[in-house]
């Protein structure tokens, strides 16, 4: 008989829940922080969801046993801390720091959900997720308007850009197919489809290559790869309902999307045609900026190779190995990166992390890749071939996603992924290793632990924002940049006005967060001239 839940295993599936939802929905309207206004909500998301799983899952830890995958995630975790000591910039250190831990965190808590026999309900929840962030890009597509999006990189719903979106969409699609087939009644397949419909029209709409490539790179794990599951192979009735998802699902989403009219403006006649045209196009445009910024992260890797610049320390490094006219600089002001991460999952790991840290990643990721394989090979029933070819499906998609663009760094689809690896993996796929109950239990409180500072902190900068964007008086400011040390935007606008103290305090304390940047640079060397002048 299966083991009966505990009530502290299903706290750990409702946590995971909405976490799943709450890091799609989450954001603030203080659009003078264009990204952070999104991201900070979603990283509280992902800490508390972290926090709250790893404790509700103590209990299944203590009955599970260790893998090979596991050892390689706390040795990159390890790495990743050593790192983070001897950045540059310690806050941004830290943040970076606390989303790959609570990324693992939920992986572990996700694990523990699908050992207490609650997989199913946890995958239904990021299948809604991924409908309802793709509900929030159509919303803005037709014409709805609020503060919580933003009008920079419409579609973008509550993520606050067309490609984060479109990423979602592609790496989620698997496990959407994945419940409509596994629905128990015909309303949960037909909701399914409509899920599909909605995803397909986002992908259609929101123009984004790398999801183009990713969903290729998906259908064909979950074409090629249903041979290689013999109860899928032979259920003809499944592999029709498939097909009619795909082709008539599919078929809906993109042509509402090209038919229905919408608010977006886009600049060339035939948007659509061009993106698919220049899908692998890298001899101009966002292309070879990608590649430019790749030749000076790989410089700096080779640089910085045993631990990298330090998590979340690209932006801070990356001038120094840029030339004039750089597209990944921004160009209204001197010494300061477009975007803070780099336009590829890998590159940032590489080059933040160290090499080692990378391959330790890598070996992970190889080793989830086969524990999927192995239970496609044994699938006992068709639910169990589903699960394990959208393991696959999901972790390729992931894979390619993020090579082309930030995905792991950031909190909804660092949730999203490594919540569903950990509730499709099954460990008794993978190679059980050596590790007494203590240590196992003290890493994942440790990680608990980290995931609970890391929520304290977003709500710091949360609030920290709030005063930032609401506020003219001094007193709030300083009390903003108390709350929030490593903003860089607080400490230069206090190095505005005020006091000559007080100014030169917050100019040097931007100078050192981000050396290279211009403005931070002028307004500290001005402390440092009176300085000796005096």
């Not at 082309?404 to 099954?426: K, R, S, T």
Request: hydrophobic share 50%; with cysteine; charged share 15%.
């Amino acid at each position: 008989m299966p083991r009966v839940a505990s009530g502290a295993e299903r706290l750990a599936l409702r946590v995971l829940q909405l976490g799943a939802v709450a890091v799609v929905v989450a954001a603030a309207t203080y659009k003078v922080f264009e990204l952070d206004r999104f991201f900070v909500p979603k990283e509280l998301a992902l800490h508390l969801a972290a926090f709250l799983g790893g404790v509700f899952v103590i209990g299944s830890v203590r009955r599970g046993f260790a893998t090979r995958v596991d050892a390689l995630l706390v040795g990159y975790l390890a790495l990743c801390a050593i790192s983070a000591v001897f950045a540059t910039n310690h806050w941004m250190a830290m943040r970076a720091l606390g989303v790959s831990l609570s990324s693992v965190g939920v992986f572990w808590a996700a694990r523990g959900v699908r050992q207490a026999g609650l997989a199913r309900p946890l995958l239904i929840a990021l299948g809604v997720a991924v409908v309802l962030a793709a509900a929030t890009s159509l919303m803005q597509t037709y014409g709805v308007r609020t503060d919580l999006f933003s009008l920079n990189r419409a579609p973008g719903g509550t993520l606050g850009n067309r490609n984060f979106v479109a990423h979602v969409a592609a790496f989620g699609l698997p496990v959407l197919l994945m419940c409509a087939l596994r629905a128990y009644r015909p309303g949960g397949y037909l909701l399914g489809m409509l899920g599909v419909a909605a995803i397909a029209a986002v992908l259609f709409l929101t123009r984004s290559r790398a999801a183009w490539l990713a969903l290729i790179a998906v259908g064909f794990v979950l074409l090629f790869g249903i041979p290689w599951v013999p109860p899928l192979r032979r259920s003809g009735k499944i592999l029709g309902k498939f097909f009619a998802l795909l082709v008539i699902g599919g078929g809906l989403g993109v042509a509402a999307g090209l038919l229905i009219p919408n608010t977006l403006n886009w600049k060339s006649d035939n948007p659509y045609l061009e993106t698919a045209k220049g899908v692998v196009n890298y001899q101009e445009g966002s292309g070879k900026g990608r590649l430019i910024q790749y030749q000076n992260s790989l410089r700096m890797t080779l640089s910085h190779p045993l631990l990298g610049v330090g998590p979340g320390n690209w932006s801070v490094h990356y001038p120094e190995y840029a030339k004039r006219r750089d597209p990944s600089m921004n160009q209204n002001e001197e010494g300061v990166t477009s975007n803070p991460w780099p336009s590829s999952d890998w590159v940032a790991f590489l080059s933040e992390r160290g090499i080692p840290a990378f391959v330790l990643l890598v070996l992970a990721f190889v080793g989830i890749t086969v524990g999927a394989w192995r239970r496609m090979r044994a699938a006992r029933d068709a639910d169990e071939g589903l699960v394990a070819l959208a393991l696959a499906a999901t972790l390729v998609g992931a894979v390619v996603v993020g090579t082309f663009d930030a995905v792991l760094l950031l909190p909804l689809p660092a949730l999203w992924i490594w919540a569903a690896l950990g509730v499709m993996l099954d460990p008794a796929d993978l190679r059980p290793i050596k590790a007494a109950t203590p240590v196992r239990v003290g890493v994942l409180v440790l990680v608990s632990l980290a995931a609970l500072a890391s929520a304290a902190r977003a709500t710091a900068q949360t609030v920290a924002m709030g005063l930032y964007a609401t506020s003219e008086r001094s007193a709030d400011l300083r009390l903003a940049s108390r709350l929030d040390p490593g903003s860089y935007r607080i400490h230069v606008r206090l190095a505005q006005s005020g006091t000559r103290k007080l100014r030169c305090e917050h100019a040097i304390a931007a100078h050192e967060l981000y050396p290279e940047a211009g403005q931070a640079a002028q307004l500290a060397r001005r402390c440092t001239k009176r300085s000796k002048k005096g």
